[in-house]
Nanobody
Framework: QVQLLESGGGSVQSGGSLRLSCAAS????????MAWFRQGPGKERRGVAT???????TYADFVKGRFTISQDNAKNTLYLQMNSLKPEDTAVYYC???????????????????WGQGTQVTVSS
C-alpha cells in the first residue's frame, strides 16, 4: 500500500503562484509514475501532469508553460509548482501514484491506483 498526503493548497489572486506538495509513504518502491489531477466544481477529474521515476514528464495542454511537476526522491515528495494561475485553475488537486509501466502522454485516472485526499486551490480574479 502507498499513502499520499497533499499540502500547499490555498487561495491566491489571478497571476499568482502556489506550490503543492505530496508526501508519499508506505511501499513506494514499486511506484513508477506519479501525477497530479484536478477536479473543478461540477467538472470531471482531469490529469494535470505526470512524472516517471526516471524524471520523464508530461503535461496537459492547459497547464503547459505554467505548471512544473518535480519530485525529490530523497524526501519521497512530489511537487507541483503552479505559476500564472487563472480562475479556471480553481479545483481540488489530487496526487496519484501507480506501479503500472508504460504510461504514455495521456494522463488517465484509470491508470493510477493510489490517491491522496486532495487539496483545494482557489484562484480569484
Amino acid at each position: 500500500q502507498v499513502q499520499l498526503l497533499e499540502s500547499g493548497g490555498g487561495s491566491v489572486q489571478s497571476g499568482g503562484s502556489l506550490r503543492l506538495s505530496c508526501a508519499a509513504s508506505g511501499y513506494i518502491y514499486t511506484t513508477h509514475y506519479m501525477a497530479w489531477f484536478r477536479q473543478g466544481p461540477g467538472k470531471e477529474r482531469r490529469g494535470v501532469a505526470t512524472i516517471a521515476s526516471d524524471g520523464w514528464t508530461t503535461y496537459a495542454d492547459f497547464v503547459k508553460g505554467r505548471f512544473t511537476i518535480s519530485q525529490d526522491n530523497a524526501k519521497n515528495t512530489l511537487y507541483l509548482q503552479m505559476n500564472s494561475l487563472k480562475p479556471e485553475d480553481t479545483a481540488v488537486y489530487y496526487c496519484a501514484a501507480t506501479d503500472k509501466l508504460g504510461i504514455g502522454v495521456l494522463i488517465r485516472s484509470a491508470d493510477f491506483g493510489y490517491w491522496g485526499q486532495g487539496t483545494q486551490v482557489t484562484v480569484s480574479s
